[in-house]
């Protein structure tokens, strides 16, 4: 059947992963490059078994999911190889040669084989139905004793904040150890999505939605916003960190201001708010990149140019309206981020820009 | 009994024929005639599917590398857009009712025309000024970025074409009721003397359940986009919560509308595919009632089961359990008509000729999109697969797969009855072939990627889907070229094609028994009431070298009547 084509070249593409991942696995917004632990599984071209269907099981409830999502695929395949080779044998058999019409009388009408193939059906339907309902509850309703992490989506990037007030801006979990996320948007529809885990919730802007489960597997995940969202849609993905500890964990969020330079700060909110619209590669994305623009001449889209200083920075944020670069908008804009970013903020993202401009304009 | 020159009269090829009868373009534009307006009505598919065609081909040429240049993110997310809107708005929807049961519908009744032709004519005006609208979205320069779900409150936000789009689709719903409501109309009013339900074809008895979605559902959609626009110009608060609105409302009204709208799309094509099946395995068509009132059912639970397109959206537990429920009912009557085409295929005399090519691509395509429901239907499944490239397999499978499959083969099928001419039969079904292969390359992989957690509406990607991609857009070229090469057979058949007789099929339904192309009136003699399914009651005629129903045959030349096998 022509379908086992893509199965069969399916098989080449594991063995080119290696190659494909060299060259861009970054998904994590810190421009950091981490593998998707749940690639690294039993490398298979078996469209029978699950690892090929699957990432990782990597929450406790995701075995469940694969086993039902198994379940109904041979139920599936029994029932389309046997309706499709009736169909096939029909057509071979009844073929109508040489123009001669002349049906075989038969029934046209049975009511005891057409209630036996409604019902039967309809009783394997009910255990999917049951099956999936029951695993459904565990995804949804929350476990005692699990962690609380406040999500917070926007166009186009994740903020995590942590029971202890610690923010990041890529999901950082302990294994064993369940999670309740609580999510809110602060723009359009978002959706948590991390495949890995079998979870997905949408994020909708004006109430909290929550998502619940338990990693039980170290690793680094995709994590990805599954809802259409805008024009940076596909770049809003960021990466979920499974520790083995809460000390390694902690080891590796902890941030405490007053021990880092401006620098370092600075760094750090453009990662967490400004990463998922700025590059600083110099390439452009949703708004301008922002490693060279310290300092330059920036032509406007009323034709106008504003030379970027310390004013024209604290504007960019806090009225982002104000100064629109050319070429960007009016599809994409920047929302204001007054409220969110105070002066000290800003200051630490001048500190910043000017230490990108001098470091990579050296480099130059 | 008749003479010779009244069967060379009624089933000979005429002079005069609905597409001659008068000339100038006025006759096409202000015609009331139903089978002209269903001419029209398929040219305008015929143009919304190669515009959206065009779209899907540029974007999947985007996507056959994971970080492609060749599309910024908002072309992408405008080309993705613009095709789901046009396809579902301007194309599917409208394909096979508007088009194909125009021209079908009221000969099989043995009627003249539509009960309403007047509003038959303003349908299609509608759908012109509609689909306008929609396109007004591009040629006003700022397109459209939504999705062709218009969630909000994005759609809100965005300053592209949103107003512009989704006028568009309102007035293309209405164009949508005033076919639906047409058909309701004729079909309870204008059948044949002693024409039962039960001795219509099951075609009309699908499209009569389409038109009751249409008449029913398609009004929310109105309201629903009216409203949106009301909020995106008056901030009233109804969908954003910026003004104190709720997005998951919107998303309610939208799917209450647009669930049925999925079974708009496929319960005309399963009433397509029940007549080819029956016609070209010349046999009665199997368990007629369980087929008949199986539309019935998928159009009323189709009504209830709209929440299973939001199962992650927020909506409270109960319901979505519930919903979940209620969307395992409507698979048994989808799995009772394809059980019900297969045995009709049993014993029968089976001829592999386009149409039916087409019909069984049809069984082979839809088979695998209703299974794959099954997984979107369970609920711990679908959290993982929702909106994922498995849902967009998925929902291609039934629309695509289904819908424009037996699309085709019902063009094949009438295309004699509606020119008077034959088409190559060879390059029709090399052209089955190639769509069905496209399909399947394009669509398969699709299923891989989305259970490997490949989200929709992406302008990149990750790199180990990129093979998936690939095989996706090869496939899509090739159903590309299997689509315009059927077009082409279609339309030299239509203009060069041999000329062909009344009846070539040996089909029993009214419309066969017509002259090919019909006359204005469509009979020029009241039509003899046959069994659409009973096929003895057609017997060959050597002088016309066609069928011709057994009342007006000459008795010396057809042998007579096998007793029927009653069960």
Not at chain 2, 152 to 181: E, H
Request: charged share 15%; with cysteine; proline share 5%.
């Amino acid at each position: 059947m022509n379908w086992q084509l893509p199965l069969m070249l399916a098989q080449t593409n594991d063995s080119n992963l290696e190659n494909l991942r060299e060259r861009t696995e970054a998904i994590s917004m810190q421009g950091t490059t981490v593998p998707d632990s749940s690639l690294i599984r039993e490398g298979t071209s078996n469209p029978f078994v699950t690892e090929y269907w699957f990432p990782t099981q990597a929450s406790s409830f995701a075995g469940e999911v694969d086993f039902l999502y198994m379940s109904i695929f041979w139920i599936s395949l029994v029932f389309f190889v046997a309706i499709i080779g009736a169909m096939v044998y029909f057509c071979v058999k009844y073929r109508r040669k040489d123009g001669v019409i002349a049906p075989e009388p038969s029934s046209s009408h049975n009511t005891a084989i057409e209630i036996l193939w409604s019902v039967l059906p309809s009783i394997i339907l009910v255990w999917i139905f049951y099956v999936g309902a029951e695993t459904w509850f565990e995804m949804r309703i929350p476990k005692e004793n699990a962690e609380e992490i406040q999500v917070t989506a926007k166009q186009f990037g994740w903020l995590f904040t942590y029971e202890d007030g610690d923010q990041t801006n890529e999901l950082h979990l302990v294994r064993d150890k369940p999670v309740r996320l609580i999510m809110q948007s602060e723009d359009v529809l978002h959706s948590f999505f991390v495949a890995a885990f079998r979870q997905k919730m949408d994020i909708v802007p004006g109430r909290y939605t929550y998502a619940y489960f338990e990693p039980i597997k170290d690793g680094v995940y995709r994590l990805s916003c599954n809802e259409y969202c805008g024009t940076g849609h596909s770049k809003m993905k960021t990466a979920c960190i499974v520790h083995t500890s809460e000390e390694d964990r902690k080891n590796n969020t902890k941030w405490i201001e007053a021990e880092k330079t401006p620098f370092e700060n600075g760094q750090r909110i453009y990662q967490i708010h400004c990463s998922g619209c700025h590059k600083v590669d110099g390439q452009a994305a949703t708004g301008p990149a922002l490693n060279l623009i310290w300092g330059t001449n920036e032509k406007m889209i009323d034709g106008t140019t504003e030379l970027v200083n310390e004013d024209y920075v604290l504007d960019s944020i806090w009225y982002p309206e104000k100064h629109i670069v050319e070429g960007y908008g009016p599809v994409s804009k920047m929302n204001s981020f007054k409220g969110i970013l105070d002066q000290k903020d800003v200051d630490y993202v001048i500190a910043y820009l000017k230490e990108l401009k001098s470091s990579t304009g050296d480099a130059k | 009994m008749v003479d010779s020159s009244t069967r060379q009269k009624l089933f000979g090829t005429p002079e005069t024929n609905f597409l001659n009868c008068s000339k100038g373009w006025k006759s096409w534009a202000f015609t009331l005639d139903h089978k002209r307006i269903g001419i029209m009505y398929l040219i305008g598919v015929t143009v919304a599917l190669f515009l959206a065609g065009v779209f899907a081909l540029v974007l999947r040429s985007h996507l056959f590398t994971f970080d492609s240049t060749m599309l910024s993110d908002d072309m992408y997310n405008q080309m993705f857009t613009l095709h789901g809107a046009v396809m579902v708005f301007s194309f599917i929807i409208p394909s096979i009712p508007a088009a194909l049961g125009n021209i079908v519908l009221p000969m099989m009744l043995g009627a003249k025309d539509v009960a309403f032709p007047r509003m038959n004519l303003a349908s299609f005006y509608l759908w012109i000024i509609g689909t306008g609208c929609l396109l007004l979205a591009i040629l006003s320069g700022k397109g459209l970025d939504t999705g062709w779900t218009f969630y909000t409150p994005y759609s809100i936000d965005t300053n592209t074409g949103v107003i512009y789009a989704t006028f568009g689709a309102f007035i293309l719903g209405f164009s949508s009721i005033f076919t639906g409501l047409n058909f309701l109309v004729t079909v309870n009013t204008m059948r044949s003397k002693d024409q039962g339900w039960f001795k219509l074809p099951l075609f009309v008895w699908s499209l009569y359940a389409t038109a009751i979605i249409q008449v029913l559902a398609t009004p929310v959609l109105g309201i629903t986009l009216l409203m949106l626009i009301a909020e995106k110009t008056l901030h009233i608060g109804i969908f954003d919560p910026k003004y104190g609105g709720d997005p998951v409302l919107f998303q309610h009204f939208f799917w209450f509308y647009s669930h049925p709208a999925v079974y708009i799309m496929i319960l005309p094509a399963m009433g397509v595919i029940s007549e080819l099946i029956s016609v070209y395995s010349q046999k009665r068509i199997f368990g007629y009632s369980f087929i008949a009132f199986s539309s019935v059912a998928i159009a009323l639970l189709g009504f209830l089961v709209w929440g299973h397109h939001m199962f992650t959206s927020g909506q409270s537990l109960v319901v979505t359990l519930i919903f979940s429920a209620i969307t395992f009912t409507v698979a048994i009557p989808s799995a009772v008509k394809v059980f019900n085409w297969l045995a009709t295929l049993y014993k029968g005399s089976i001829l592999l000729n386009t149409p039916m090519c087409y019909a069984l691509s049809f069984i082979f395509l839809f088979g695998i999109g209703g299974l794959t429901g099954l997984f979107l239907g369970a609920l711990s499944t679908d959290i993982h697969l929702h909106d994922t490239y498995f849902v967009v397999a998925h929902f291609h499978f039934v629309m695509v797969g289904g819908t424009l499959t037996a699309l085709l083969g019902g063009v094949f099928h009438w295309w004699p009855k509606i020119w008077g001419r034959m088409y190559n039969d060879f390059l029709g079904r090399v052209g089955c072939f190639l769509v069905f292969s496209g399909f399947n390359l394009t669509f398969f992989p699709q299923f891989v990627m989305g259970s490997r957690g490949m989200p929709r509406r992406y302008a990149s990607y990750d790199p180990e889907f990129q093979i998936f991609h690939q095989l996706s857009t090869v496939g899509a070229f090739v159903l590309g070229i299997g689509i315009l090469l059927s077009f082409v057979v279609l339309v030299y058949a239509a203009l060069r094609g041999p000329r062909c007789s009344s009846n070539p099929f040996r089909a029993a339904s009214l419309e066969w028994q017509s002259s090919s192309p019909p006359d204005f009136h469509n009979f020029l003699q009241t039509p003899v009431l046959t069994d659409p399914y009973d096929f003895e009651s057609q017997v060959y005629d050597e002088e016309l070298d066609t069928y011709i129903p057994r009342e007006f045959a000459n008795p010396d030349k057809v042998a007579p009547r096998k007793e029927p096998v009653h069960h």
